[in-house]
DNA sequence: GGAGCTCTTGTTTTT
DNA sequence: CAAGAGCTCC
């Protein structure tokens, strides 16, 4: 095929397209949507639109430019941005259409790209091939440690694992590694020893890990070029998200298959990077402009989520940062209400604030599923927990432990592996550990057998069963099994195991055998009951087990309500798509709660990028919980910033920003200094309370404001401030005044890191797989058709408060949009007297009062039926009429 | 092979 | 503190 990237000239839009975006873009926004061919660099601040802007322009792309859709890639970092940009793209194009455009995550691509493709680039691997997760990872690294006489002691497992994966991310060979560039050091060596095997064992299982999926895929378009060109040429137009986040490696892939056609979108903005420690590098999001010379670049810097007080504590804290694109979001938003800053005792109080401050924001009118409570480490998460299900608040948990990560459902699934990738070694390892009788020493020796005998374990394991099907069962000749057991494939050769162990094995194979005739005759979820039938999973787990027996069988059944949603296709079609769904995606993905429910979100700063609430929670502002201790050793103190800001920027109207004085963990106590993000909020933003909510004096605002927490030993407080002013180095290691762009002082002392701990999940995963719009479904503006424009919902009374528009104002073009446009929030509704309404909390009730509220807010008065009245603001709470 | 015990150790974020 | 590794004993 010719191949030629002549621009296609890019139409002016028709007119009637240009009115109907003009009413639901602003002007930069349209500007982004509607460029035409070549490299486009979209910086999009926090709440700007940015999703909506990729959707309109995916659309606009179809639609305008009359290009079809599947010449449309769209990559993003996760599988919850890359559902809903499917979602917005279906909503504006239908479902015909938005089905054709590539969008996935890039590991999602990656893995897709390569089933078909990766038997192409080594013989290694067939496309069968299985990703290995990092528990996979990490127990094909250890048994690498005991074959190469290492102890894990000296050198952390763990250790070695990340520094592979940020090899991978650099693209550095097992070769590489090794030569002395890399390795100069004896945990260098280690490490380059240690890769080498390790990517061999894999090679060797057919498998491969997060970081191959992307980094075998780059060898696979840079080494072939008609590839490349083949996805080049498919592909003429790829759009990725977070481009922010993106490594080496991913850098040069989105830039093997856009480098010469150059239809390059990519937004970010390098504020939120937060991917540094995956080997994300903010750098390619800098340099695009030098990357993609004739690139246009488009700012969007219109804040349409949060108020402004908001807005500018997210930009107090971004202004300590060394580096980053110039721009400056503004909102025409409120001014709204401060933001609380809460000074705690414990971790208990901490949570007991936050939960009474639930409980008041409810009687206000905020539902639920309107707040979040976010924090630095999983482990902070327990805490909250316990709490939470003490005074009996509906929450659910994001993240924390995977449940395809849960040991029970690793083994099911290990079976359902060695089904598709007879290679499989680790997942026969796991699944055969399951099996009464069978321990390491036997599957040992039978995987080194398989090995030496140049068979795949499965097959292996299948040819005992011929064997022993044979007419001459197998003799013993001293406990070891006659060595020339003869059938069809050739002869086994000695087999190094007793009797038992023999036994044994063959019951492990016919099981398989089953197994694998199910593959062929029997639904999904009719193979996964067999497999737990024929195994005796559920004795397994019962007798075998700890205490919790129960609980895990539990949650094998939860496993086949999963599996059920893969039997539309047959057993072996559905069996790969749900292996490489447990693969690729994650609780955050999978267990997000469905609209309807009404419940409190908790989950990690990381993961509710992309997310916002009308009210957000910030527990653990402590220096060495956040930020991190770890990121204060290495001082990547930047990208902890970041974090804040992505933190902060997730709030709508109310934000709470709460730290503790002291802390338990590992059983004691320890006293971490406010957090220096707390420090940095300009006073006059801030509502500064203790953990019952009582207001906290001048001076001990000042107190909070110098690095101690207020109160705790006044004297210690008083002590520094007796001159009035903070300067000088404080007592105690106490950290100085507010400085952002200071390092800490060399005498601060190491903060002491937060502990682990395992973050126990509610619901399952059936809980609320049902397609959503997630918790953020208040602030996200109904897409209309392109086709049928629909008459703008105008914001009533957004009027632009104390002028704290920004520079962007200044600056012709961008950022200033005469009539607002569609901002990303509900109309508020109008009631009547005497209507009926329902409220996803309350029940439903009638309507007995309206005023006027704060601004432009409407109250209104409502007698439930059930709860009495409630004075509720019409804009924020989560009413339905009742016809 | 496996149960039960003590000891050490490791502590971020996720595709 | 809790999970995992390592040890002993059956």
């Not at 970081?211 to 060109?229: S, W």
């Not at 402590?622 to 103190?637: D, K, Q, V, W, Y």
Request: neutral net charge; contains cysteine.
């Amino acid at each position: 095929m010719e191949r030629t990237y002549e621009p296609t000239p890019s139409p002016a839009p028709s007119p009637d397209i240009r009115q109907f975006l003009a009413t639901q873009l602003n002007p930069p926004q349209m500007d982004a949507v509607s460029h035409g061919d070549g490299p486009l660099l979209i910086l999009a601040g926090a709440g700007s639109g940015k999703t909506r802007v990729i959707a309109y322009r995916i659309a606009y792309i179809i639609r305008e430019r009359q290009i079809p859709p599947w010449q449309i890639l769209a990559v993003t970092f996760t599988n919850k941005a890359a559902r809903e940009l499917t979602h917005r793209v279906t909503e504006l194009t239908g479902e015909d259409q938005a089905r054709q455009v590539r969008m996935g995550t890039f590991h999602g691509l990656c893995a897709r790209f390569l089933r078909s493709e990766i038997e192409l680039l080594s013989r290694r691997y067939d496309r069968n091939f299985t990703i290995y997760d990092t528990d996979d990872q990490l127990r094909v690294l250890k048994r690498q440690f005991a074959e190469a006489g290492l102890n894990p002691k000296l050198v952390s497992p763990n250790a070695v694992l990340g520094a592979i994966g940020r090899l991978k991310d650099r693209l550095v060979s097992p070769a590489q590694a090794a030569s002395a560039s890399e390795a100069h050091n004896p945990f260098e060596t280690a490490v380059a020893t240690l890769y080498r095997r390790y990517q061999d064992a894999l090679e060797a299982a057919n498998a491969v890990d997060f970081g191959d999926l992307i980094n075998l895929m780059l060898q696979l378009l840079e080494n072939f070029p008609d590839v490349r060109q083949r996805y080049a040429n498919r592909y003429r137009h790829v759009l990725v998200d977070e481009y922010q986040d993106v490594n080496e490696a991913q850098y040069r892939l989105v830039k093997a298959i856009a480098g010469d056609h150059r239809n390059l979108t990519v937004v970010g903005d390098d504020s939120q990077a937060i991917y540094g420690w995956r080997g994300a590098d903010v750098r390619y999001i800098l340099q695009f402009e030098q990357d993609f010379a004739e690139c246009t670049t488009v700012r969007l810097e219109q804040n349409y989520r949060s108020t402004q007080t908001i807005l500018v504590a997210a930009q107090a804290i971004e202004a300590g940062l060394t580096k980053r694109h110039a721009k400056e979001l503004w909102t025409a938003n409120r001014k709204g209400d401060p933001i609380t800053g809460v000074v705690a005792g414990n971790e208990t109080d901490e949570a007991q604030f936050v939960i009474r401050e639930i409980d008041r924001l409810v009687v206000t009118g905020i539902a639920y599923r309107q707040i979040a409570i976010l924090y630095r480490t999983n482990a902070q998460s327990r805490v909250l927990e316990e709490q939470l299900v003490r005074r009996r608040l509906p929450f659910q948990m994001v993240g924390g432990t995977r449940f395809y990560d849960r040991r029970e459902i690793k083994e099911v699934i290990a079976y359902l592996h060695l089904l598709v990738n007879p290679y499989d070694a680790d997942a026969f390892r796991r699944a055969g550990a399951t099996r009464k009788g069978l321990g390491d020493t036997t599957i040992d020796k039978f995987v080194a057998w398989a090995a030496e005998t140049s068979r795949p374990v499965v097959d292996g394991l299948i040819s005992l069963l011929r064997a022993e099907a044979t007419e001459r069962p197998a003799p013993l000749i001293n406990g070891a099994v006659e060595p020339d057991l003869d059938e069809r494939s050739g002869v086994l050769g000695p087999l190094p195991w007793n009797r038992r162990a023999h036994e044994l094995l063959l019951a492990y194979a016919r099981d398989l055998d089953a197994l694998i005739t199910g593959l062929r005759t029997l639904s999904l979820p009719d193979l996964l009951d067999l497999l737990l039938k024929r195994t005796g999973f559920r004795e397994y787990l019962l007798e075998h087990r700890d205490d919790n027996g129960e609980e895990r069988w539990d949650n094998v059944q939860e496993l086949k309500s999963v599996v059920t949603e893969y039997g539309a296709s047959g057993a072996d079609e559905g069996l790969r798509l749900f292996l490489e769904n447990a693969a690729l995606v994650s609780d955050a993905d999978t267990i997000r709660a469905g609209p309807r429910d009404d419940v409190v979100t908790l989950m990690t700063l990381h993961t509710a990028k992309g997310l916002e609430f009308p009210a957000v929670f910030i527990v653990g502002m402590e220096e060495g919980i956040f930020p991190h201790s770890r990121a204060l050793e290495e001082g990547n103190i930047d990208e902890e910033r970041r974090l804040c800001y992505v933190g902060i920027t997730r709030a709508m109207q109310s934000l709470y920003l709460v730290g503790c004085r002291s802390r338990s963990f590992r059983g004691m106590f320890v006293e971490n200094d406010p957090s220096r993000f707390l420090r940095e909020l300009p006073g006059e933003l801030v509502r500064w309370v203790d953990g019952n909510g009582f207001r906290l004096d001048a001076a001990r605002v000042m107190a909070m404001q110098s690095g101690a927490w207020p109160g705790h030993g006044a004297s210690r407080a008083a002590g520094y401030w007796g001159g009035g002013t903070a300067t000088g180095s404080p007592p105690n290691g106490s950290l100085p005044p507010v400085d952002p762009n200071r390092p800490p002082p060399p005498g601060a002392p190491t903060p002491i890191r937060p502990w682990s701990g395992q973050a126990t999940r509610v619901g399952g995963p059936s809980a609320s797989r049902q397609p959503s719009s997630g918790p953020s479904g208040l602030g996200i503006p109904n897409i209309r058709e392109f086709n049928g424009p629909a008459p703008t919902p105008l914001r009533p009374g957004l009027e632009n408060i104390s002028g704290l528009r920004r520079a962007s104002d200044l600056t012709p073009g961008i950022g200033r949009a005469q009539t607002p446009p569609a901002p990303p929030a509900p109309p508020s509704p109008t009631y009547g007297l005497d209507e009926r309404v329902r409220h996803p909390s309350f029940g439903d009730g009638t309507v007995i009062e309206i005023e006027p509220g704060r601004g432009t807010e409407v109250m209104i008065q409502v007698k439930f039926d059930t709860v009495g009245v409630k004075k509720l603001s019409t804009g924020l709470a989560p009413l339905t009429r009742i016809p």
